[in-house]
């Protein structure tokens, strides 16, 4: 049986008004796409990387008063607050094929 932790969830929250959340979500998979991560390595294990949209998460300061979305990754729970799809290249980059977080965007 697979273990569901075998994928790692980008949920981001698509609940503001202007749907920036909704661009997000678009260009994190297109990045995935680009950088040819949607399946990734992973401490060893190998790790398919979905994005998926939400509803709100609670994080609205970092969500719907910014310019950008928060998104949480799952399972192992760093935040990103304000996400533009500008934003979308760096996270798919740097946290996903690196496993650096993007301290700019994180969010305690
Ligand atoms: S509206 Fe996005 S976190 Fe609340």
Redesign the pocket.
Same mark, same amino acid.
């Given at each position: 049986m697979k273990s569901a932790d075998s994928v790692i969830r980008l949920f981001v !929250?698509t609940?503001?008004k202007d749907e920036v959340g909704k661009e997000v979500v678009k260009a994190l998979k297109t990045e995935l796409k680009k950088q040819g991560l949607k399946k990734l390595l992973a401490g060893g294990e190998k790790r398919k990387v979905r994005v998926q949209t939400c509803n !709100? %998460?609670? %994080?609205?300061k970092q !969500?719907?008063k910014g310019p950008g979305?928060?998104l949480i990754i799952h399972p192992e729970g760093t935040v990103y607050g304000n996400v533009r799809p500008k934003d979308a290249a760096a996270i798919v980059h740097e946290h996903l094929g690196e496993g650096r977080i993007v301290e700019r965007l994180q969010v305690d």
């Open positions: !929250c609940a503001q !709100c %998460l609670d %994080l609205c !969500c719907k979305a928060a």
